[in-house]
């Protein structure tokens, strides 16, 4: 499994690379902005051409617009001006660009098709089901990024977990204890009533039965698991890169299920490394050490 960091903050970047794990990276306006912002006497375009400097591998620039017509200008623009730099500019492109009543589907999908028939690597962003996965790769996306954590919050609130927004996303989200409370409501709602009595009639099971999923998808790594599923099957070039990851568990479990790519706050790809037991093992292993191996150690 690939590794992308998911920060514009050059120290992390940096950091990342000298470590021997780092394949890639993917930003946002904001965070890029952020960066610039806490340093000084540098331009953002600077900035990021820094950062395509730093990394030997494809580094992800987010366009501003929501048209077709400013996606693919946006697009070229951030192309023509940062590629020569080290060769590895992929255009960030919104699969659905939809916010108002009126506003077309498929502004996304058309603005890959185009910017992918010129050769520029599109990374298809913010994906949230596996139906649009399958459209950004019939459209020739390099590469999708499920929002897999922003999945798991949508079904929290969707479950009634948690309220508002002020909850730890950190935590893991359990799908199977999510699916066997919803599996218990409707043996609740069915007891002493036969399948067909209610079946497509009575709302309240119907409810139920869709509780705690989003068309079929029962977390953001169930969407992982699907979208790659899908893109086995018709041998799609398109690669996958898990998004939106929260904390450890996520990238273990993508990296199982075999994901492409993970791009990872920096912080949870530190947690990947610390274990208590290793802490532990180290101590005893100083502890071990005798003075007379100490010696030989020396130069």
Request: overall charge negative; aromatic content about 8%.
């Amino acid at each position: 499994m690939k590794i992308f960091v998911d920060t514009a903050i050059i120290e992390e970047i940096k950091k990342a690379e000298s470590w021997g794990i780092l394949d890639g990276v993917t930003t946002n306006p904001s965070l890029i902005k952020k960066a610039v912002d806490s340093m000084e006497d540098i331009s953002l375009e600077d900035y990021i051409v820094e950062i395509l400097k730093t990394v030997d591998g494809p580094v992800s620039l987010e366009v501003a617009g929501s048209c077709y017509r400013d996606m693919v200008k946006e697009a070229k623009t951030l192309y023509d001006k940062f590629n020569d730099v080290n060769d590895n500019v992929v255009i960030k492109i919104p699969v659905n660009t939809y916010m108002e009543k009126g506003d077309d589907n498929f502004e996304g999908i058309r603005t890959i098709k185009t910017l992918s028939e010129e050769g520029i690597q599109v990374n298809c962003t913010l994906i949230m089901s596996s139906n649009q996965a399958l459209m950004a790769a019939k459209a020739g996306a390099a590469y999708v990024s499920p929002f897999l954590g922003r999945i798991d919050d949508h079904l929290r609130h969707a479950m009634g977990l948690v309220k508002g927004e002020d909850y730890p996303k950190d935590i893991y989200y359990p799908e199977d204890i999510a699916q066997r409370v919803r599996d218990y409501k409707l043996m609740e709602l069915l007891e002493d009533r036969t399948p067909d009595e209610v079946l497509y009639n009575d709302q309240e099971v119907m409810r139920i039965f869709d509780w705690g999923n989003d068309n079929g998808i029962y977390s953001g790594l169930d969407l992982i698991w699907s979208i790659q599923q899908i893109y086995e099957k018709y041998d799609f070039s398109t690669e996958v890169i898990a998004a939106s990851i929260r904390n450890a568990r996520q990238v273990r479990l993508c990296a199982e299920m075999g994901v492409d790519i993970s791009t990872i706050p920096f912080n949870v790809i530190e947690n990947m490394m610390v274990h208590y037991k290793t802490s532990e093992g180290m101590k005893a292993f100083c502890k071990d050490v005798v003075p007379e191996y100490r010696e030989i150690l020396k130069d």
